[in-house]
Structure formats: C-alpha cells, structure tokens
C-alpha cells in the first residue's frame, strides 16, 4: 500500500565514506546507509558504495513506506565537476536503478550538500578538507565560485591524502639523506599496511645503505599497492607526531593550514556577516590544522559541518521533484531545518 506522503533520497558521497539518508517532505528522517567512498578519481569502488549505501537506508523504510514512494534525491558526490561528471552520472544512474527507484536524481559537487548540510542560509562559504580539499562561494545555494578540488595528484592542498603525500615524501628524503630525520619514517609502512592504523606504531628504523633502501622500497610498495585515498590514513600519524615535537610533521601541518587558508580566501568574498561553513575531519574535528586554520577567520560567522546527506535531502526538497511534487518555500525551510536539528 502507498503511502500518500513522498520521500526524497539524500546522498553525501566523499572519497573515503558514503552516507545516504532517506526523509519524508516534511523532514523527518527514516533510514540512513553508510558504504565506502563515492569519488571515482580516488576510492576503489565508488559506483558499489553508492549502491550499498542507498540499498542498506531502503531497507529500513519498510513496511510503511517503498521504492515507489521515492519522489527524487539529490547525490552530492566528490570529483562531480564538470571533468568527473559523465563517470559520476554514470554510477549514480547504475545505483539507482539497481534500487528499483523511479525517474533519476540530480548531481552536485559534493560542496553544495556539505554547506546545505551546516546551515539553512541560502548564501556563504564552505570548505571541505578531509580525503580532499576545496573550497566554495555559494550563493542562492548555487556554487558561483570554487577552488582547487582538483584531486589527489593535481591537488587538494592542505588534505589528508595531501598530508599523507607529504608524509612520505618526508620519509623517502630522510632515508636518502635529502631531508632532516622524522618519525614519519618508521611509521609509513605499518599505517598504510594495517587495516585499523594507529599513530603510535613504529615500523623498520629509518636509514641509509641497505636497510635503509629496503625501507624505501617497503614504503613505495605500500603506497602503490593501495588506492589514492589510503594516504588520508597518514594524517592523524602526522597529527601525532607534530604534537610530540617532531620538527618535519610540524612544517607538514603549517603548510596543510596555510593551503587551506589560501584556497578559502580565494573565493569567500568580502561580507562579513556571511556564514563560513567547515567540513571535513581536519576542520571538524580539533586537530592542528583546524586550529591554525581557524585563526584567519577571527571575526566572522564559523558554522561546523552536520550532515551532508541531510543537506542533499534538503536541497531535494527545495528542488523541482519528478511529477511535480515541488515543497513551497515556507514548508522546504521548516524541513531543511528539522533535517539539521535530527
């Protein structure tokens, strides 16, 4: 039996996680999925985790409601820019017919859902550092301005998979004798290798002549054996170490905040009163780079990114849906922050 109140689909697709949401239009969350991530340019399965995700949060809707009862979704999905966006339609298409669902959902950058997420305010500015890094000006809850987002290998400076880069680089040139001596060397290999990493492990010691070669080789095999994403793992290693002193891992987390301060400058504009929105674990959570990142923007609104799966339900809400099934603004406000307030 259908159920005469339509549902909308929410979906936060990052490069290390995958979060969807399902919420009737009046805001009220049903279900939720978690899976993988969703960025084709840096997970192993993205197309697998927006199925997995989607289908674990539909099958907790029942019996009260179904897939028939699905009016439309909204996937914010990492690397769904205009280079990425045939590959990100592609999988999201395969995902949702796999569910059974009716019509087709619309794509964003996962920019949009992370600021929708935060706040209900239509204009602002948002940056995302996490398996990634960009930054954002939104206006009217359309993206007008980005920066950097460009991946793993072009960019992302000031990430985690950026911080893990930089972690090994750091290792390699201490074993060579190109840079100064760091923890970081011993700590590569047994971070990358375990399947549930911990900072405080200690891997081969750092060295030259043949040990050393053999520790530089244990560390590219574990870096390419894996997929791009897996250096975020390095991150809270670096966060550890430049809390005990290490002088390298130190240097690593000023340069991830003074990238990221650059990247949001960039595009925030120049009214104060507009809410910065933070998203992603460096920002959201308190680590050093949030810290000194946070000192540039003393004197303006900070909001902490939510939930972004329930700002892809929100901005589904405020969207034209299939069939017609528009929300009226005053009831998508009410909504959206109801969706917030979960």
């Given at each position: 039996m ?37 960025n ?101 809850r ?7 987002g460009y ?60 040990q ?35 002088q ?76 017609g ?12 922050r ?5």
């Amino acid at each position: 039996m259908r159920s005469a109140e339509p549902l909308v689909v929410g979906v936060d697709g990052g490069g290390t996680s995958t979060r969807c949401l399902i919420a009737t239009f009046g805001g009220e969350i049903l279900a939720r999925g978690l899976a993988g991530g969703a960025n084709p340019r840096s997970a192993r399965d993205p197309g697998g985790n927006l199925a997995r995700a989607l289908s674990e949060a539909l099958s907790q809707i029942g019996p009260r409601f179904g897939p028939g009862d699905v009016a439309g979704g909204v996937f914010g999905l990492a690397g769904a820019s205009e280079a990425g966006r045939r590959q990100a339609h592609a999988i999201t298409a395969d995902a949702w017919r796999s569910a059974g669902l009716p019509g087709r959902p619309v794509i964003v950058p996962d920019i949009l859902v992370a600021f929708a997420g935060a706040t209900p305010e239509p204009s602002g500015s948002v940056v995302i550092a996490g398996t990634g890094a960009v930054a954002a000006r939104v206006e009217d809850r359309a993206m007008v301005r980005r920066c950097d987002g460009y991946g793993w290998l072009l960019g992302d400076q000031g990430s985690g998979v950026w911080i893990g880069r930089r972690a090994v680089q750091a290792a390699l040139a201490a074993i060579d004798g190109r840079g100064r001596p760091t923890a970081l060397t011993g700590l590569v290999v047994p971070t990358l290798q375990d399947p549930a990493p911990g900072p405080g492990r200690a891997g081969a010691p750092p060295g030259g002549g043949p040990q050393g070669e053999a520790l530089a080789q244990a560390i590219i095999a574990a870096v390419y054996d894996g997929e791009p994403a897996r250096l975020g793992r390095l991150s809270p290693v670096v966060e550890a170490a430049a809390r005990e002193g290490d002088q390298v891992a130190l240097s690593i987390v000023d340069d991830a905040a003074r990238h990221l301060t650059s990247t949001l400058a960039a595009v925030r504009g120049d009214d104060t009163s507009l809410p910065v929105v933070l998203a992603g674990s460096l920002l959201t959570r308190p680590t050093l780079v949030a810290e000194r990142f946070l000192r540039s923007l003393a004197g303006r609104p900070v909001v902490l990114a939510r939930d972004g799966a329930a700002g892809a339900a929100a901005l589904a809400l405020r969207a034209a849906l299939p069939g017609g099934h528009g929300v009226p603004a005053p009831e998508a406000e009410a909504a959206h922050r109801r969706l917030l307030a979960t």
